[in-house]
């Protein structure tokens, strides 16, 4: 069978990954080199057993200040895009207790995949990516917000997730490079298993692989629409050409909606833009972290990627703005200072920034839609877990096809 893959991002690259270890033909589809949309600078933390969903309910109560400050790490610009509406009221019907426990029940299930196919992944191609397995903290500066922890840490351990809350002195211990911080943490989750790897460099790693086992890439071609032949899809129309498949999956990111839409698909997919700096580190022990951080107040994320730190966060709905303000950039800059002070001397910041593309719930799409052609899969939507998800959901999308292939 020809699969059409479009997108070249870690979520394309993982299920053309997929599909070709099942003897499929494969063709990958791009405007843009692997891995240059919302994979390329991304958060780098591999986040398995963490992974509470943006909404929640507690984001009722931190909605004023999230969206009048002027240093929120949330930020709201409203759009002339009925898209952008439906989307924000249906992320706040989201924020309630029950949506947010089947949310992460899920989304906990769909992690533990992608660790076992992302494992998969590494034995067979062994890419160079700067991998590591140094576990996460997620700090909490308050008594009632590392409380609020407690509840989501019960809720993931019955799930089968394995970490504990920790004090302060743990947390240094665990991580010496919070020393200075330790006043400023009222505690934090551990989980020892978590992950980071250079999500760009894995793309890459996946691209020459794949490139030498006869997947057929064609990058720096728009996708302008489908060819389509009694309720499939015949082709996809390409600034290159046509291209013929007997099964395509839809992997844009936040393009998605739009495409979606020209097959009769409502996917309810946003972005939510995101900024990363990554800076050389001091090699001097106990300066900058092994372990993965989160600043769950900040919302700022740190990972190791060999001798760079990683920092992201932010989560802005300003709809397709692809420019960097210095100002938040700047305010990773001052978290990095603030949390880590002798990590490093912050020279060159190579500011970066993405278009994550989100659902409401923060659960992805995959698979078939109703009103979407029969051969269309759509894989998409998984917001700040793109990488974290990526080999699961390529998984469950081979799944999905070869029952009708077969």
């Not at 009222?186 to 298993?193: D, L, M």
């Not at 990058?219 to 899809?233: I, K, Q």
């Amino acid at each position: 069978m020809h699969v059409c893959v479009l997108g070249a991002g870690i979520v394309g690259l993982a299920t053309a990954w997929q599909f070709d270890r099942l003897g499929h033909q494969v063709t990958v589809i791009d405007r843009a080199a692997p891995g240059a949309g919302a994979s390329g600078g991304n958060g780098a933390q591999l986040s398995y057993s963490y992974v509470q969903p943006l909404a929640d309910p507690s984001i009722w109560r931190q909605l004023p200040k999230l969206l009048l400050s002027p240093s929120s790490p949330l930020k709201l610009q409203p759009q002339l895009d009925p898209l952008q509406w439906r989307w924000g009221l249906a992320f706040l019907a989201a924020c309630n207790a029950q949506t947010s426990r089947d949310t992460t029940k899920q989304l906990l299930a769909l992690a533990a995949l992608s660790r076992t196919e992302f494992e998969a992944m590494q034995a067979d191609v062994a890419p160079d990516c700067d991998f590591s397995a140094t576990g996460k903290l997620v700090l909490y500066a308050s008594p009632a917000s590392l409380e609020g922890a407690r509840a989501q840490v019960e809720l993931q351990r019955t799930m089968g997730s394995e970490q504990r809350i920790v004090s302060p002195d743990e947390c240094v211990a665990i991580e010496p490079a919070l020393i200075d911080y330790r006043s400023q943490m009222a505690g934090a989750v551990y989980t020892p298993s978590e992950c980071a790897a250079d999500c760009l460099k894995v793309c890459a790693e996946l691209m020459r692989v794949l490139s030498g086992r006869s997947v057929r890439f064609l990058l720096g071609a728009d996708v302008h629409g489908f060819a389509r032949s009694e309720g499939r899809v015949a082709a996809v129309k390409t600034s290159d050409g046509d291209v013929e498949a007997d099964a395509f999956v839809m992997a844009l990111g936040s393009a998605s909606h739009k495409l979606g839409r020209a097959l009769g698909a409502y996917l309810p997919v946003y972005p939510l833009k995101g900024y990363s700096i990554t800076v050389e580190v001091d090699p001097s022990p106990g300066a900058a972290p092994r372990v993965n951080v989160t600043d769950s107040a900040r919302k700022v994320v740190f990972a190791r990627i060999g001798s760079r730190l990683r920092v992201a966060g932010m989560a802005e709905l300003v709809g397709h703005d692809a420019s960097i303000p210095a100002t938040r950039i700047e305010t990773l800059a001052a978290a990095t200072r603030a949390l880590f002070p002798h990590a490093s001397r912050l020279e060159e910041l190579h500011p970066w920034t993405g278009m994550r593309p989100a659902t409401p719930k923060g659960l992805p799409i995959i698979g078939r839609l109703p009103r979407a052609p029969s051969n269309m899969l759509f894989n998409t939507g998984h917001g700040a877990l793109g990488f974290t998800l990526a080999f699961g959901s390529a998984r469950r999308i081979a799944d999905a096809l070869e029952p009708a292939s077969a």
